[in-house]
């Protein structure tokens, strides 16, 4: 009998042909504008994990209590080169680091400009770890080496935007009256921050401060195979225990790539579920036309449900038709939807990732974003056809043979 | 005499307007036997249509039995009925009342769709059915393409569909000119006639129950007379 009724139902769809296409784009455009946003959702959290796994999902970083982690906020609490040591003996620890970030104003030519300098250790195992930690790469000149002391790697903003005039390796800059020389240029990280800053020996960066052994984060690196969780909590437990805190009262936070990675995650969900939640609404709106539509063939069938019931047809035959029928609009609505989803948020991404010559959109097209919303329209249609469907069935054959 | 197909015994049937109570049968009683050809006439408001609706089981009594093959039908559920009356009664309408979706042979298949008879036979039933109302080249038109005349004939068809002892005809010739008319009815007495099914002819037009009609049952008030 279901096959039937399909029969049945194909032939008033194509009959009403304007109405079910103008039905089927009211779901159609609902089914898309979700789709389309699930799928850039989904992109953009591909892409955050896919960025931070690059970055090493082996990492850790300890910063003063109450910084966000970004080496240049204020905070009154401070690390040590001893924390730093400290962490680098815990066991799990396979390297760590201290870096010591200060701004400083930093003259080139006749003009001045206030920049973040980043201090690192020059020495063989800090060099051979820096790649590791993502620091960054080499693009022009070289990277440091053991002994060099009054040289500098600048990001790559840094040399095309921060004076009027482009900086070259070699090229000299003053900072605190003391002349530093360009011995790299780094490759631009995309993630900002790496690009606007300047990197030098920690030694020349003390020299210029006159502060001793204060570290602005320390970065640690997990042993291959060791738990990155157990090991940063070891790493809070060994510093407590040096710094003498109590649990719950430190002065320092440990973080770790994952945790980060998470909370990033959360806010995409956040702003993807309200977006889509938006985008739902579009959908009701189309919901609520297959339910007109479906009231309006109810009466205009009236007729022709009596001539059906006369002819045999059962209270739940006539049920079933305008049921399918409504959830055929959807179901015809949300294929038609999901290509034009699929299609929008691809090319959404080539779009972006040609302007932003980035990869910030991973869009891949699941299983679930295909055959989810298929099976939603559908269900949607059948229920805005419910009421009316009900309404049909319970017609008596005689009133609706009359109805003119 | 051959049995009863359908017997209406004391059946009333009460309508509610507003406040009142309108009884449009009163305790009617009539028995159509196999093989007949009844002409049932009347003016509007004698219950004529009434007893159409009874005898097509298209509805239930108020009050009284109605037995169709014997089966007492008066007080069954709307899809029971539903598949009695797709099986054992034929309807031709006076407005032909075709499906406006469906081409010629779908309408016809229709019936045998609602009683779950596979696709093969539908479709060969349909076609033989059509060949002979003599619209079998018509099959693949819709009905708003063809005339009046050639609308009954499929709907003749389609009342055919899964072989029911009875034919329920209403006014099957009042929006047809007469020549037409005169071949539908002559077409409907051939089924009498040659393949002994049931008539019950439902017309105002006396000339034309005269005519065709073995019988005729005369209703006023909701009671034969």
């Not at chain 1, 739902?280 to 189309?286: A, C, K, N, P, Y």
């Not at chain 1, 699929?342 to 779009?351: D, H």
Request: with cysteine.
């Amino acid at each position: 009998m279901i096959g039937e009724i399909f029969r049945i139902v194909w032939n008033y769809i194509r009959k009403r042909r304007t109405r079910s296409l103008l039905t089927i784009i009211g779901i159609l455009i609902g089914i898309s504008a979700v789709v389309t946003l699930i799928a850039l959702g989904q992109g953009l959290t591909n892409a955050v994990d896919y960025q931070f796994s690059k970055l090493g999902s082996n990492r850790i970083t300890i910063s003063p209590a109450g910084s966000t982690g970004m080496p240049m906020s204020k905070t009154t609490a401070q690390l040590t080169e001893k924390d730093a040591d400290t962490v680098k003996k815990v066991s799990g620890v396979e390297f760590a680091m201290g870096l010591y970030v200060s701004s400083k104003p930093v003259s080139f030519g006749n003009e001045v400009k206030q920049i973040p300098i980043g201090g690192m250790d020059v020495n063989v195992e800090t060099l051979k770890y820096a790649g590791q930690t993502g620091l960054y790469e080499i693009e022009k000149g070289r990277n440091f080496k053991p002994g060099d002391k009054y040289k500098i790697v600048i990001g790559s903003k840094v040399a095309t935007d921060a004076f009027s005039r482009r900086i070259k390796v070699g090229d000299m800059l003053t900072i605190n009256n003391t002349q530093f020389q360009v011995i790299g240029i780094q490759k631009s990280g995309g993630t900002g921050i790496m690009d606007i800053i300047i990197r030098m020996p920690k030694d020349a960066l003390r020299e210029l401060d006159g502060k001793t052994d204060q570290v602005s984060m320390i970065n640690a690196i997990v042993k291959e195979g060791a738990d990155i969780v157990k090991t940063s909590d070891r790493i809070e437990e060994a510093l407590r225990n040096e710094r003498n805190e109590k649990k719950g009262e430190e002065s320092f936070t440990v973080q770790t790539t994952r945790s980060l990675i998470n909370s990033f995650l959360s806010i995409i969900a956040v702003i993807q579920g309200l977006l889509v939640g938006i985008a739902g609404i579009s959908l009701l709106v189309g919901a609520v036309g297959i339910m007109n539509t479906m009231y309006t063939s109810v009466l205009e069938r009236t007729r022709d449900i009596g001539v059906m019931k006369s002819i045999g047809a059962k209270n739940h035959d006539i049920l079933l038709i305008f049921i399918i029928e409504a959830g055929l609009l959807g179901l015809i609505g949300g294929a038609i939807g999901v290509l034009f989803g699929a299609i929008a948020s691809t090319l959404i991404s080539a779009v972006a990732s040609y302007y932003l010559k980035a990869d910030i959109l991973r869009i891949s097209i699941s299983p679930f974003l295909i055959f989810g919303p298929l099976l939603f329209s559908f269900v949607i249609g059948a229920l805005s056809g419910l009421f009316p469907a009900v309404q049909a069935s319970k017609m008596k054959p005689v009133d609706s043979l009359r109805y003119e | 005499m051959a049995k009863p197909v359908i017997e209406l015994r004391d059946v009333w049937k009460t309508y509610k307007m507003g406040d009142t109570n309108i009884d449009a049968l009163r305790g009617m009683s009539l028995k159509i036997y196999e093989g007949e050809f009844v002409a049932i006439m009347g003016p509007s408001g004698s219950g004529k249509s009434t007893t159409m609706n009874m005898i097509g089981c298209l509805d239930v009594p108020t009050k009284g039995h109605i037995f169709l093959d014997s089966q007492d039908v008066s007080h069954m559920t709307e899809s029971t009925l539903a598949r009695i009356r797709g099986r054992k009664v034929g309807f031709i309408f006076q407005q032909f009342n075709l499906i406006s979706a469906f081409n010629a042979k779908e309408n016809v298949m229709l019936p045998m769709m609602f009683q779950d008879i596979p696709r093969e036979e539908q479709s060969e039933k349909a076609e033989a059915l059509l060949e002979m109302v003599g619209m079998l080249k018509r099959m693949a038109h819709k009905p708003s393409e063809l005339s009046g005349g050639e609308q009954q004939r499929i709907a003749i068809a389609r009342a055919l569909a899964n072989d029911p002892q009875m034919i329920l005809a209403d006014e099957p010739t009042g929006n047809l000119d007469s020549k037409t008319g005169n071949e539908i009815l002559a077409l409907i007495k051939k089924l009498n006639e040659v393949d002994g099914k049931t008539i019950v002819l439902v017309t105002h037009d006396k000339g034309l129950a005269q005519k065709y009609a073995k019988r005729i049952v005369q209703i006023k008030d909701g009671q034969i007379i």
